[in-house]
């Protein structure tokens, strides 16, 4: 028969709840946290960097089409932009719950992207490279899950919720193909 911890009711540690109840400048990052924080806080910080990037091709990208034909795309480019910018801020937010630093820093946000900026004029060619980004996007989330296992099941479950709505703009900008 196993022997009973005196801490522990129905499978509750009670002295990690005291221990919790300490550390307070901790915020939310308790001694229970089993992710290698140092490694999810660069992850979320070339995760964020990436949405930044796409931030800024989509808003380009909305700017640069023209014509009464492009109507919809240029829609779909400001929509995107938009819930990239909403994947931005989630993640900065879960940076700084991880006792981290959201890194905005513009001069090297293209070399911690996964995805890369796009100037291009051509309609086709800015859906493409869309497509091309998100399908990085996808990827990389996919990585990071991975990688995050059940360490961190609070991030986990952020890049997931990111990584569907990224999926959905794959689909998107693949349905706007020629």
């Given at each position: 028969?196993?022997?009973?911890?005196?801490?522990?009711?129905?499978?509750?540690?009670?002295e990690a709840i005291r221990i919790?109840?300490?550390?307070?400048?901790d915020g939310p990052v308790t001694a229970?946290?089993?992710?290698?924080r140092e490694a999810v806080l660069q992850m979320l910080n070339e995760a964020l960097a990436t949405e930044l990037?796409?931030?800024?091709?989509?808003?380009?990208?909305?700017?640069?089409?023209?014509?009464?034909?492009?109507?919809?795309?240029?829609?779909?480019f400001l929509e995107h932009a938009t819930e990239e910018q909403e994947h931005a801020d989630w993640l900065a937010e879960r940076i700084v719950q991880l006792n981290g630093q959201p890194d905005f820093n513009p001069a090297t946000l293209l070399d911690r992207s996964h995805a890369e900026y796009d100037d291009s004029m051509e309609v086709q060619s800015m859906v493409r490279a869309n497509l091309i980004a998100e399908r990085v996007a996808i990827e990389s989330y996919r990585q990071m899950i991975e990688r995050i296992g059940d360490s961190d099941p609070t991030t986990k479950q952020l890049l997931i919720r990111i990584m569907a709505i990224e999926e959905e703009h794959a689909d998107d900008m693949r349905d706007l193909l020629e």
């Open positions: 028969m196993a022997e009973s911890n005196p801490t522990q009711t129905g499978g509750i540690d009670k919790a109840a300490q550390n307070l400048s229970g946290y089993k992710g290698d990037v796409c931030i800024n091709r989509y808003k380009r990208h909305y700017y640069t089409v023209a014509g009464r034909d492009n109507a919809g795309i240029k829609a779909e």
